[in-house]
C-alpha cells in the first residue's frame, strides 16, 4: 500500500502578488485599442496645454485637459493599467482642485501636464513592450531594521 504524502495548501498571494497578478492579465487587442485611443487624447491635450498656455485666464482648456485625465484614467483601469489610471486619477485630482479653488495659471502646473503626458503615453507603450509593470514596490530595511516600501 502506497503512503500517503500530506500535501500543504499554497501561500495566498500577497496584495502586492495579486496586483502584478491582475496587470499581467491585459489583453493584448484591448491594449493596442486603448494606446490608439491614448494617443489620440494625449493628442488633444498637447493641443489644449498650447491654449492654455497661450490664454493662461481662460479655463475651458483647463477644464477638457481634466477631462482628458479622466478618460485616460478610467479607460487605463478597464484595459488593466493600473498604474496608468493611477497616475492619470492623481493628475486629474490635482485639476480638480485647481479649479475648485480658482487658482490662476502657473509654470508649475503647465509644467506638471506637461510632463505627464509624455509619461502617461511611455506607461502604456512599456506595458505593452514588456507586458509587466513599469513601476515596482519592494519592501527595504529602514532605520532601526524597521521595513518601509519604496
Do not use: C, Y
Not at 499554497?10 to 497578478?21: G, T
Not at 495659471?105 to 509587466?132: C, H
Amino acid at each position: 500500500m502506497a503512503e500517503a504524502t500530506q500535501v500543504e495548501a499554497p501561500a495566498k498571494p500577497s496584495p502586492e502578488e495579486k496586483r502584478a497578478a491582475a496587470e499581467a492579465e491585459v489583453d493584448a487587442e484591448l491594449l493596442g485599442i486603448f494606446i490608439e485611443e491614448a494617443i489620440d487624447v494625449l493628442a488633444t491635450l498637447r493641443a489644449r496645454l498650447e491654449g492654455l498656455r497661450a490664454n493662461p485666464a481662460g479655463t475651458d482648456d483647463l477644464i477638457t485637459i481634466r477631462r482628458g485625465f479622466h478618460t485616460l484614467k478610467g479607460s487605463g483601469r478597464m484595459v488593466g493599467l493600473t498604474q496608468l489610471g493611477d497616475t492619470a486619477w492623481a493628475v486629474e485630482q490635482t485639476l480638480n482642485r485647481w479649479l475648485q479653488l480658482d487658482w490662476p495659471i502657473t509654470p508649475a502646473l503647465l509644467g506638471l501636464i506637461a510632463l505627464a503626458l509624455p509619461l502617461l503615453l511611455l506607461i502604456a507603450l512599456i506595458r505593452r513592450k514588456l507586458g509587466s509593470p513599469v513601476f515596482f514596490r519592494q519592501t527595504r530595511p529602514g532605520l532601526h531594521g524597521q521595513p518601509f516600501e519604496m
